[in-house]
């Protein structure tokens, strides 16, 4: 094997996904077709569930340093936003930060851990067998071939990893279409006064300003249309009847509402992540913060394989646990999408107006907000584990611990699982059995879950396992349950088979 993973695409997926990878051990290459990194950003902003995951590997100071934070975010811009401040955790907010920093900032990382990222190579075809995958493509110095044990594609929405495996891409083509700019000069007057639901006015922390426009007159232009300075200019004027001082664009481009989800996340050897495995318009924000957390689901699973310690069937998990994520995801934009539509087609202005005033109604119920707010911020998502105890799946909050006066981020800074034992009973048990892959702690805040005597948490801050003080401590159970997850503990006394261990 030249590598033990090629990740095709240097996105902020394919980034987050290599360093994932190079922190448990695992070689990794990433080939990126693109000469260079770009600065344009088509996302703007980080979510409470992405920003905890990059606070699981102590990284999360770097991204708030060069960002902004706002307490709210909206849902298919009605007039009452998303309350974040009301979730629990310890990151209830929007973080607005362009993905051209996230990407700088991620490739800083996947750099510290000493990743060769490849400009300029094109992957362009693969083929596979029982061990391995060959990758063809073209790079700077002609055509190149590479083999490794596993392949993804992070390679965006036309991902030609996605169709060299054969994975078909169900879904619907757009049927409306949207307008970005970024702009140097602005007329700040007007700007304060904007207040249209098909106007998105956004400040960078470049200087420069962001609009987003979906303008009723153009919205059926084909996605693939390129947009004119001039064009931009009489959209925004026939919205906002204003045109805002706009000139200098550094940026301006068409986006639309194709919908897509890959039909498998995995196809033996290979595997998507991020807009290889989902499109969709980006309502609410939600690509690239969905591409990072299949990236965070998929890294430690393909280690644990690498590293040969991987449960039966751990894998398959990725497919199982990310896929309903997608299908949650390019559901709730279209839902968005539908209602933007409707708002922009005059014959329905009145009822759409009423719709939009009910959903504004319902959204000043606080359990409504925060059900919804917990979608979009991710912060909700919880792997199936039928006939589990209902915390298993779910993500573990930030609790402080007692043991090593810390808290439960910094147990996970290291990317194995996390142990917490709140009575005393298991920590011996688990640090002999699994020290390589796990990190144990002793005591902490149990608010969160009073009755939670022991918890194990995965690598990507989900729960694996918990043990309630109504089941008696058993180490011939906690020994199954965590080689469900970890896989075999690493003493010779073996008291029971991981297969026997359903997952
Ligand atoms: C207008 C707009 C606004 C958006 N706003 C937000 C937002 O606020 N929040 C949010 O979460 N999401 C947002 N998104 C979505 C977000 O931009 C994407 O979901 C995100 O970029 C996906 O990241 P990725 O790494 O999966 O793919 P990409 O960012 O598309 O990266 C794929 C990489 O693969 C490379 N590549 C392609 N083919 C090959 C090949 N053959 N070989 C090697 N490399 C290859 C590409 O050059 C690219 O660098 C927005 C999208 C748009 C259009």
């Avoid at 993973?5 to 080939?31: D, K, M, Q, W």
């Avoid at 990284?59 to 009605?78: E, K, M, N, Q, Y």
């Avoid at 449960?311 to 646990?321: A, K, R, S």
């Amino acid at each position: 094997m030249d590598t033990d993973v090629v990740i095709s695409g240097a996105g902020p997926t394919g980034l987050l996904l290599g360093t994932e990878l190079a922190l448990a051990g695992v070689r990794v290459r990433i080939l990126e077709r693109q000469k260079k990194r770009h600065d344009q950003s088509r996302a703007l902003t980080l979510h409470p569930r992405s920003v905890e995951i990059l606070d699981l590997r102590g990284i999360a100071d770097r991204f708030l340093a060069l960002g902004h934070t706002v307490p709210s975010w909206h849902f298919a811009g009605l007039s009452r936003r998303l309350d974040f401040s009301a979730l629990d955790t310890r990151h209830g907010y929007t973080l607005f930060l362009e993905q051209a920093r996230t990407e700088r900032l991620l490739e800083e990382r996947a750099r510290e851990l000493g990743i060769e990222i490849s400009y300029g190579h094109e992957v362009v075809s693969l083929t596979q067998d029982g061990d391995g995958v060959d990758v063809t493509g073209v790079g700077p110095d002609g055509d190149f071939a590479l083999r490794a044990a596993y392949l993804v594609g992070c390679d965006g929405g036309r991902s030609p990893v996605r169709e060299s495996a054969g994975i078909g891409f169900p879904g619907s083509d757009g049927t409306m279409s949207a307008m970005l700019g970024d702009f140097a000069v602005t007329d700040k007057e007007a700007i304060a006064a904007a207040g249209q639901v098909s106007l998105l006015i956004v400040p960078l922390t470049s200087g420069l300003t962001r609009f987003v426009l979906t303008d009723p007159k153009r919205m059926r232009v084909p996605a693939t249309e390129p947009v004119t300075f001039e064009e931009f200019r009489e959209a925004l004027v026939d919205v906002a009847g204003t045109s805002f001082g706009i000139a200098e664009p550094h940026w301006l481009s068409r986006f639309g509402n194709a919908t897509r989800l890959a039909e498998t996340y995995r196809a033996g050897r290979v595997f998507l992540a991020g807009d290889a495995a989902h499109i969709h318009f980006p309502a609410a924000g939600q690509g690239l913060n969905t591409g990072l957390q299949d990236a965070m689901n998929l890294g430690w699973k393909l280690a644990a394989d690498l590293n040969g310690w991987a449960p039966p069937g751990l894998l398959d998990t990725y497919h199982g646990e990310r896929f309903p994520v997608g299908e949650l995801v390019t559901d709730n934009t279209q839902v968005q999408t539908l209602l933007l539509e409707l708002t922009l087609v005059p014959d329905y202005q009145r009822p759409v107006t009423a719709l939009r005033e009910l959903l504004d109604s319902l959204l000043e119920i606080p359990e409504v907000n925060t059900r919804l707010a917990g979608l979009v911020s991710a912060l909700a998502t919880s792997y199936p584990s039928p006939g589990a105890d209902p915390l298993v799946g779910t993500r573990m909050p930030d609790l402080s611990l007692a043991s090593a006066d810390r808290r439960v981020s910094e147990l996970m800074h290291s990317g194995k699982f996390g142990y917490v034992d709140f009575t005393g009973d298991g920590a011996a048990q688990v640090a002999d059995g699994w020290e390589d892959r796990v990190t144990v702690a002793t005591g902490g805040d149990r608010s969160w879950a009073e009755d939670v005597s022991e918890v194990l948490v995965r690598p990507d801050g989900h729960i694996a396992w918990v043990r309630r003080e109504n089941d008696p401590p058993d180490a011939a159970v906690r020994e199954a349950r965590i080689s469900a997850w970890a896989g075999t503990p690493e003493r010779a006394a073996m008291k029971v088979r991981p297969r026997e261990a359903a997952l």
